[in-house]
C-alpha cells in the first residue's frame, strides 16, 4: 500500500508530492492527461514572490514583468511600473513539466493518462479507482485537481459555490512587448480582458466573464486596440471555469482537497499557482505528521482546513467583496475610479507593498477612496 495517492498532476500535486516524498513517504501522482502541462490553460503570470518563497524553477520564464498599462472605458489609463520585478510570464508545459520532475526526483511516482473516477474511504486506507481500469490503494489522498472535479463532493465536502469562466488564445502578434490589461463593461462586465506577452512575438489575449467567456473573446479580438497587432488568425480559444469562493470543507478522513478544487485562487485575478503553493505546503506539513503518527481521522487533518483559510481566507473574502461592486459599476464609474486610483495614493500603496499576490490592503484603501468620492453613476440600476 501506498502513502499517499495525489490526484493532479499540475503544480501544486506535484509539489505536494516532492515534500512528502523527501519526507521518506511513498507517494504516487495521477495525471489524467498524457503529458504533464498539457492543455495549457493559464497565462503562465506567476507573481515574483512566488518563485523566491518556493524556489520555483526559472529556466521556463519568457518575460520578466516590471510594468503593467491598465486601460479603461472613455480613454482612461494608468502605467504600473515596480523598480524590482514583479512577475513572471513562464511557459507552463515547461513551468509543470519541471515540477514533476523534481517530485520524481524525491522519489515520487507519476502515472499519466489515468482518471480517478473515485476514491472510496475505509478504516484500512483508501481506495483510488481508474480509467480505464484498475485501483490503487493508500493510506491517504491528496485531491488537486481542477476545479470541476466531482470527487470533492462524492466524499462530502460539498461543492464550490460558484465560477467566472477564462478565455484565452496564444497568438502572433506586433508590437505588444507590456501586460495590458482592459477594463470596461463591453468587454468583460464586472471583470477585465489582459494581452500578456509570451514568447516573442505571440502573447496571451484573453478575458475572465461570467457569461459567453469565448463569445466575449471574438468580440475583445475584434476591438480596435486589439485586432490591428494580430499578426495571425487566432486559434480557437481555450476556456475553463475559475471557482469564486472555497469549498464548505477541504479535509474530512484520510482526504484533503487543495489548489482550485479547493477554491484556493486570487478570486480579483483568478491566479491559483501561488495560493495553491501556500496551501500545500500546510497540507505537506499537516499529512506528514499524521501519517508518521498513523492518526489520519477528520479530526487530526482539520488542522489543514483551519491552517490554510487562516493563511489565505481574507485574501479570498475580500477578492469576492470587489468583485460584487465591481459587477455594479458602469463604464463612467469604472473610469471614474481607474484616474482616482492614479491620484489618490492607491498605485502608490501597490509600489510600496511591491505585491502581485496579496491585494486585501489595496481593495480596503479602494473602499476608502469609494466611500469619500463615489460618483452617482458607480451603481447600476
Known sequence: MLDVVIVGGGPVGCYAAAGLARRGYRVLVIEEHPHIGLPARCTGLIGEEAFHRFDLPTEPTQRVVNIVNVYGPCGTAVRYTTARPLARVVHRPQFDAALAARAQAAGAGLQLGARVTAVQVAPTGCTVSLAPGGSVRARAVVLATGARSPLPGQLGLGQ????????????????????????????????????????????????????????????????????????????????????????????????????????????????????????????????????????????????????????????????????????RLDDAAIAFFLDLAARNGILETVRRLGTFDWHAPVIRKLFGARAHSAPATSRRR
Do not use: C
Request: hydrophobic share 45%; net charge positive; proline share 8%.
Open 160 to 327: 464550490l459555490p460558484r465560477f467566472i469562466f477564462g478565455a484565452q488564445v496564444e497568438v502572433a502578434v506586433r508590437e505588444v512587448e507590456e501586460v495590458e490589461v482592459y477594463l470596461g463593461r463591453t468587454l468583460s462586465p464586472g471583470s477585465f480582458a489582459w494581452v500578456v506577452p509570451s514568447a516573442p512575438g505571440h502573447a496571451r489575449i484573453g478575458l475572465m466573464a461570467y457569461d459567453h467567456p469565448a463569445a466575449r473573446l471574438a468580440n475583445l479580438l475584434q476591438d480596435d486596440r486589439i485586432r490591428p497587432r494580430l499578426a495571425a488568425p487566432p486559434p480557437p480559444p481555450t476556456v475553463a471555469p475559475l471557482p469564486l469562493g472555497t469549498l464548505p470543507a477541504t479535509a474530512t478522513d484520510r482526504v484533503l482537497v487543495v489548489g482550485e478544487a479547493a477554491g484556493q485562487v486570487k478570486t480579483t485575478t483568478g491566479g491559483g499557482v501561488y495560493f495553491g503553493l501556500l496551501a500545500a505546503a500546510i497540507a505537506v506539513d499537516v499529512l506528514a505528521g499524521a501519517l508518521a503518527d498513523d492518526d489520519l481521522g477528520r479530526d487530526r487533518l482539520a488542522a489543514y482546513d483551519r491552517r490554510w483559510r487562516t493563511v489565505l481566507g481574507r485574501e479570498i473574502r475580500m477578492g469576492l467583496r470587489l468583485r460584487r461592486w465591481a459587477r
